[in-house]
């Protein structure tokens, strides 16, 4: 049975100039994957603590900033919404990305939040941006 659609990796949104900016991709190296990358940096014990987030940090011997991710079910409880905080956590990363130190990042929502109404956009996008930037300034001094 044929395939309804079809795509070379040529028709890559990627690859077709000026759709997408490279630098604002986020490749599997920019991430944490394992547990084990995940626990080292809830044992280095830094933390910046925002109005909604937790940013777990510690330095890493790589190129550049990595980040993973914590959203749990406790604190947003329907799937949309935890998506939601994911896009926005990865789109304020990719954005302050160039200008971060090496570190290894974790972004976890530490207070819970009742829905995806509009209200949570901004609000999400405010406290992450923060952390970023005050992540900055202490990696400066």
Avoid: W
């Amino acid at each position: 049975m044929p395939r309804a659609v079809t795509a070379s990796p040529s028709d890559s949104p990627r690859s077709l100039p000026g759709l997408t900016d490279p630098r604002l991709s986020l490749e599997s190296g920019d991430r944490l994957h394992t547990a084990a990358e995940f626990s080292a940096v809830f044992n280095h014990r830094r933390v910046l603590r925002g109005e909604r987030f937790d940013l777990h940090y510690r330095p890493n011997e790589g190129g550049g900033a990595r980040l993973g991710l914590v959203i749990a079910k406790k604190l947003a409880r329907r799937a949309v919404l935890r998506n939601l905080l994911k896009r926005l956590g990865r789109e304020a990363f990719r954005h302050a990305r160039a200008e971060l130190p090496a570190f290894d990042l974790v972004l976890r929502l530490a207070k819970p939040v009742a829905s995806a109404g509009r209200a949570t956009r901004p609000m999400a996008r405010t406290d992450i941006d923060a952390l970023l930037q005050r992540l900055r300034e202490r990696a400066a001094t």
